[in-house]
């Protein structure tokens, strides 16, 4: 590197020139950090000069006209320091690739610098001057320091220029070689390297080389000459289209047909044309391969001329080798052109094997790759893509893909041909083999930006890839997934890629994106129609927590696309537990509470109701989750049902219902009558909103489940008649099967009844009560409920009511809802009818006396064996009458024990009082007096209670002891040790009626 020549200024005083010396390293300590290149070495060197500066401070005070020296220091100090002063300032203001092809040059005179200064030290005399003890050390120890110093250029700096010096030496590097080396310069001087970026650094460095009057070192003008000729094979030195017409003015002006090889081309030895060709002490020259064998053999002679060789004398003959590259590139130029006409000859051997060599041709070097390109054969092999042959097809990908490679201009070539991508993505869906290079290719193909937006851009193109990207092929799945990675660049393609399924890049954008494209994400999410398995994936890969974060965002608009993925998300139940478990809820209701912006209140709310839901779902050997742990959240989310609009309305209503069916519904049911949640929602039950409506009516049908009595105090007859009109006008079969379920909730007390009367309620519950009325999921509900509900009717304190049910026909109803499917059913309609029963006795008419002939008389009217009068259905309730029997004591045979007891109670009414025999008899026809004894062994202490209690009655009758007696005996007896005090006192009252024990036991 040749700088500017310094000369020494004529010198003032001293103390002058020590002043500039400061000054100028306190310039050089400066704009050393700005260097472009070998930026450590010139701060290293800054370091140094400023621990000079105390001295000269200290020298500036001294006289120092008499020491020889002294003088001698200063004038080399004063010359190095310019010196590299103008080295620093040249190395920030010079072109930077000009610097990288001169920091060995620079480090070395870096280190010179170092070292004169250090000598210039060692000429101070510091002790005659009387220079302080400190800096006297300081200064000694810096001389060392600086005389041994090392100045290297950055190892990654050796490395191109080792790259440079075995490519220049080489001298027929491809274009790979050139275009990595330029990526690597760019990359040491701190460049982009886009294409443009890479041809305007090349370019400024041409210009740099032709305008700094370099010829005068002529060593260092050949040198760069060299580089510029290397670095100029590089795709970003020339445009495509500087380089198509160099090639057609070269092709051009050659022959039509191959030449021969010259004489001197052919080795001596092998008789082929050489391509490393050495010359030996002889003169002659050989291919080194064979030469190099020949001696190896253990011969010494010339093979040509037989004189004796120095073996070890082996020249590169470079000027022959030139020639014979020249010559094999010309040869090779008009090969590549001729073979055009044989790819459209239609002859499927003939265009294989055209294609094989042009396979072979761009595979042996980079050029060859780049000439065939330039002869315009891109179009013809996007052509062969159509053809019929499959191997034709197979070998146009491949050679398409050779082409494609490191090189954009290709790339850009295939993408302008019509429907170029088009045909190649078609492939994707094709046979493996032919899928697998389609894959390939457009990989190469992505690597261009240009390329890249079209290949997104076709249609059905990212689905397949997705499909290739999960293919039981590794090389295939990994090349596809790379190409997804590639095409990710694309907000539109990110999108259509998570429509396809695959959500990697959609969520990278959203964790770490910019705001806009985060927005994109958010919304795309919000807006998808995802599967089951789509929402389990997204929770596992992470998006809850960028989507959390998004919710705190201060854009709105960013919260809603929030809150809305979150919403979509959360419908899949296991999703809901994982977002309440890491903490999603509170971020929620802060925004219900206190963002003013509807839309969004919508929304969060209808997240909530999902997670709400997604609690219902929990299994018993799980850690149970509640959504809202404090009465606090209990109480500020159930305010805002009165405080939002309709539909906020409904998405919290049915977030409570949903609690209310949680492992948690205890705490909730009980924190919402403390807030007087009834009173709160009889009003939402009048509304015109069905859906606001029904989502009340069921949440109110929850909290009456464990009625209290002083929910009487919020309900009237307009309540009833408001859950009539319901129950009789609502479409909703769930919202009619809920407004039941609340009357059926309600106390059994002579005012609801009346209120039920009123209203006319009897016929309007009564149409629900006929099994085959009923089809759907809710039918059970429906029956379950309306059953309950019509239990008002049946209370016998209220007969009025009581014969209104029985004209309208509940008893036979209630007979047949004993073979009802669900407990429940079953369960309430044995205690209505137990209920009806009841009344029977006092309603059983007494049978009129016979007058007069009773030839003539109307035949009498039949006597009900138990009730011992005129019986009906509906005048008295009897259940012998309605045939309920036989149903009852089928239900008494059944496992539920709720149901056995609940049939048990209908049954006993027919042995009270006076009944006793008659009633005791029937029920041993019926076969019911077994299946009360084997009720002795059931684990329910009240219903053991309530069976011995009838069996001591029922034991009274001696038939009934004689018959039954024995079989009651073991159970009894085991009562009487393992019951309780209640159970083994009747059991042995019992045992003693069957003089099993004597009647004055201890177990009485």
Sequence with gaps: MELNELSSPAFGTAAEVLTQIIECIIEIGITSKNAFIEKECFVKLANYLEKIIPLLKELKTKRISNSDGLNKFIDILNREVKVARQLTEDCGKRNKVYLLMNCRSISKRLEDTTREISRALSLIPLVTLDISSGIIGEISQ??????????????????????????????NVDRSYANNLLHSIAQAVGVSTEQSALKKVFEEFKSEIENAHLRKNHAEAKQMDQIIALLERADAASSPHEKELKYLTKRNSLATQPLEPLQSFICPITNEVMVDPVETSSGHTFERSAIEQWFAAGNNLCPFTETHLDTLILRPNRTLRKSIEEWMDRNTMITIASMKPKLSSGEEEEVLHCMGQLQDLCEQRDIHREWVTLENYIPILIGLLRDRSRDIRKHALVLLCVLAKDSDDAKERITRVDNAIESIVRFLGSRIAEGKLAVVLLLELSKSELVRDCIGKVQGCLLLLVAKSRSDESEVAEKARELLENLSFSNENVVQMAKANYFKHLLQHLSSGPEDVKLVMATTLAEMELTDHNKSSLLEDGVLGSLLHLVSHSDTKMKIAAVKALQNLSSLPKNGMQMIREGAVHPLLNLLSHHTLPALWEEVAATIMHLAISTTSQDLDETQVSLLESDEDIFKLFTLITLRGRTVQQSILRAFHAMCQSPSATTIKARLKQCSAVRVLLPLCELDDLNVRANAVKLLCCLTQDVESNILEHMGQKSIDTLLRIIGTSSDDEEIASAMGIISNLPKCPQITEWLLGAGGLPVLFRFLPVSNHKGSHQNQLIENAVGAISHFSDPTNQQSQKKAAEIGLIPVLIQLLESSTRLTRRQAALSLAQFSASS????????????????????????????????????????????????????GESDLEVCEAALDALLTLIEGERLQSGSKMLAEANAIPLMIKLLSAPSPGLQEKVLTSLERIFRLAEMKHTYGASSQLPLVDLTQWGNGSTRSLAARILAQLNVLPSQSSYF
Excluded: D, N, Y
Excluded at 150 to 169: M, R
Excluded at 856 to 874: A, D, L, M, N, Y
């Design 142 to 171: 810096l001389r060392e320091l600086m005389q041994t110093a090392e100045f290297k250029a950055a190892l990654a700096e050796e490395e191109i220029l080792e790259k440079i010096e075995s490519g220049i030496q080489e001298g």
């Design 841 to 892: 006795t006092i309603l059983s008419r007494p049978v009129p006396k016979r007058h007069g002939l009773w030839c003539f008389s109307p035949p009498p009217e039949t006597r009900c064996i138990v009730h011992r009068g005129i019986c009906t259905v509906e005048s008295s309730f009897c259940l012998m009458e309605a045939r309920a029997v036989e149903p009852l004591v089928r239900v008494l």
